[in-house]
């Protein structure tokens, strides 16, 4: 057996305090929250909170093949087969008790940002009467232009003050400014180790694939603030940084360099990066993952985070988000595009194809791949359609090169 590196058991170790933490907290000092995916956490660590993100232990759900039993359990009470699976997930884990991970510790409150999805707010207005305690809602609104409007940031940097006192008063704290600075800046410094480490990926070959970069992940997401969470990118960044000296390929004898656009389909992982191995593929770099890149103007801070937690990838125009994938395809030097068509994730498939066609009518034209899946819920995935539609995707890649 291949022993583990130093990161990976700092990442180990990590995921233990995440879920455990919480369960062992005496909730006078340390709350619990849950909360949507991309919240300003940093004021919740501000105020020794911990927060619990349902989404990222659903995703775990899908990744230990347990999201089919727990979404039938939400679907068996009349939840839609149609929702996100990743609340049918959660909604089933609260049901049923089950968990790859013993569950998540009830909440003392939740925060709610609606700069994902619209489905998110439903779910949460459920959650709060379900476990009967009070929900902050954080909303943003779309971003259609390039520049934020005045008025966009004005409305959510307003919702951000009036998230102080709230805060103060379910917890029972006074809200530190100057430790909210801190922590802020190690936030900062965090996301630049995150997107320090996604950047390796531009050397060739490739350190790691998209598939490393889904594990690697987890704390961004879950401890972003937090001492720990910034030393473990520091950790793998020396790692990986010392693969690159190296030339150690993630995939032997690198070919061809492919960008993933959508959230992993976590069950399938292991044999999706085996089939694009054998064809000595490599998804270098994906969407999702730099999507929790994100740095703060410590000198107006609450202005700068109305802008960084409005402007996520997911929130933004079909335009934008053709202007950021062209800079990868360019960046990245990258030879094709595999697209996650997710019925799970409305708002990151909206205008997929018109995505696809105008991506190959710019001056970056490469060959794109588009399959029909879910993240958590196998049942909304065929693998013999992803794996016919990828060799043709190859066929055309291999053309491509000899033209």
């Known amino acids: 057996m291949r022993e583990m590196s130093r990161s990976a058991n700092f990442l180990l170790g990590l995921t233990m305090l995440y879920y455990t933490a919480p369960r062992q907290a005496d909730r006078k000092k340390n709350p619990v929250a849950w909360c949507s995916s991309i919240v300003p956490v940093e004021f919740l660590r501000n105020m020794d909170v911990l927060p619990l993100f349902p ?21 068996a009470i009349g939840y839609s087969n149609n929702i996100c699976s990743y609340a ?11 968990s790859p991970v013993d569950g998540l510790a009830k909440p003392d409150f939740l925060v709610c940002c609606n700069n994902i999805c619209g489905t998110v707010i439903k779910w949460y207005e459920n959650l709060s009467r379900h476990f009967q ?3 902050f809602l954080l909303d943003t609104p779309f971003n259609h232009e390039r520049e934020i409007p005045e008025h966009s940031l004005q409305y959510v940097e307003g919702q951000l003050r009036e998230f102080i006192p709230w805060l103060e008063g379910v917890t029972g704290k006074v809200f530190d400014y100057d430790r909210f600075q801190e922590i802020a800046i190690v936030s900062n410094e965090t996301s630049r180790l995150w997107r320090e480490v996604l950047t390796l990926a531009k050397h060739k070959p490739a350190p790691f694939s998209a598939f490393d970069t889904f594990n690697y992940m987890a704390p961004i997401v879950t401890m972003r603030g937090t001492p720990e969470a910034k030393e473990y990118y520091r950790l793998l960044l020396d790692e990986l940084l010392q693969k690159v000296k190296e030339g150690t390929a993630a995939v032997e004898s690198e070919k061809y360099r492919l960008l993933w656009n959508g959230i992993p389909v976590w069950y399938s992982m292991r044999p999706m990066l085996q089939l694009l191995a054998k064809h000595r593929a490599n998804l270098v770099c994906s969407t999702y993952t730099n999507a929790w890149v994100l740095e703060f103007d410590p000198d107006n801070l609450l202005r700068s985070m109305a802008k960084v937690y409005t ?9 934008l988000k053709l202007n950021r994938m062209e800079k990868m395809l360019r960046d990245f030097d990258l030879d094709g595009v595999i697209h996650h068509s997710n019925r799970s994730c409305k708002p990151y498939c909206f205008g997929l194809y018109d995505l696809s066609r105008q991506l190959q009518a710019g001056s970056h034209a490469v060959p794109e791949m588009i399959f029909d899946g879910d993240q958590t819920d196998p049942r909304h995935f065929s693998w013999a359609q992803f794996e016919t539609r990828f060799q043709s995707f190859m066929e055309t890649l291999a053309l491509s090169r000899t033209r």
């Open 311 to 319: 402007a996520i990838m997911i929130n933004q125009s079909l335009g």
């Open 88 to 98: 049918r997930a959660d909604i089933g884990h609260i049901l049923t008790g089950k």
């Open 55 to 75: 989404e990222n232990h659903a995703a775990l759900i899908g990744a230990r093949k347990m999201g089919v039993e727990l979404a039938e359990a939400a679907e």
């Open 133 to 135: 305690v009070p929900l």
